[in-house]
């Protein structure tokens, strides 16, 4: 046997649907203008990886081609470490 009882409460149906967007941006980092001209200078007065070190116009050279690009403070990293990468990719 069955037994039906009228129901007092409304009968709720939630139906939930979560949709997830996954968006793969393959995030380019640009070479700044900037390390292309200060390579070239390195380049010119044969300035390299192996004796850049304690090398005294290698900060002059760089802080007057920052200026001269208006390079923000938040890229100078940037770009240092895109140099130091481009010096040590010609060994």
């Keep these: 046997t069955v037994e039906v009882i009228k129901q007092n409460k409304a009968v709720v149906n939630e139906s939930k649907k979560v949709t997830v967007v996954v968006e793969n941006k393959k995030q380019e980092i640009q070479e700044h203008k900037a390390v292309n001209v200060i390579y070239k200078i390195f380049d010119k007065k ?46």
């Design 46 to 91: 044969g300035i390299n990886i192996h004796n850049i070190k304690g090398n005294k116009e290698v900060p002059t050279i760089i802080s007057e081609v920052i200026k001269h690009f208006n390079v923000k403070e938040t890229e100078v990293k940037t770009i240092q470490e895109q140099l130091l990468n481009k010096l040590i990719a010609d060994i």
